[in-house]
């Protein structure tokens, strides 16, 4: 007997977002995956994240703003660099933005309230995979960028734990290798 969630989670594997395309998905797919991303640990109930979803109207304005940044960052930036740039947002027909707010007030650890939000952006990844799309989770140059923090209004200790790429990809993808698990596993003994 098979698994399904098992035997996808053994198989599963990111799509580079330049490789996705339309369709992305519908709104209620969207809604269905956003509702299985929020579906994570959070201790002490503090939901220590949030969603921001791109249009393409965003998208083609973000990618704007990262042109204009990158020159202010690298004022030799050849086109091809600046090209790039502008592009990011368009790589996949969907963006979704998971925004950590890991407060350090909060009852419960930082580090716990962080990998609440790493745990959104993985549930996902996954639950696009469950619909027939294919994801990537990236975060890049600009997750870190404090001028990219204020163009979205990061507010206090909000911080980027990544942009999730979403569409359809028709080609098949190779696998690659895994971490060999007698290399990372120990078994601990008093």
């Not at 395309?21 to 269905?32: L, W």
């Not at 569409?167 to 098949?172: P, R, W």
Request: proline share 6%; net charge negative.
């Amino acid at each position: 007997m098979t698994n399904p969630l098992l035997d996808h989670l053994l198989t599963r594997r990111s799509v580079l977002a330049a490789f996705l395309e339309a369709p992305a998905p519908r709104e209620e797919q969207v809604q269905q995956m956003l509702t299985a991303a929020a579906r994570v640990p959070d201790h002490k109930k503090l939901v220590p994240w949030r969603f921001i979803r791109f249009d393409q109207e965003a998208c083609e304005t973000i990618g704007v703003f990262l042109e204009k940044r990158w020159l202010e960052i690298d004022p030799d930036a050849d086109e091809g660099r600046l090209a790039v740039e502008r592009e990011r947002f368009l790589r996949a027909p969907m963006v979704i933005a998971v925004v950590s707010d890991a407060r350090s007030d909060a009852p419960v650890p930082q580090i716990e309230q962080l990998l609440s939000a790493g745990a959104v952006c993985m549930n996902l990844v996954h639950a696009a995979h469950a619909l027939g799309f294919s994801a990537q989770w990236l975060t890049e140059w600009y997750a870190f960028d404090d001028k990219m923090r204020d163009k979205l209004g990061l507010a206090g200790e909000e911080q980027i734990a990544g942009f999730i790429h979403i569409g359809t990809y028709h080609g098949e993808q190779a696998d690659r290798a895994r971490p060999d698990l007698d290399a990372i596993v120990t078994h601990w003994r008093p």
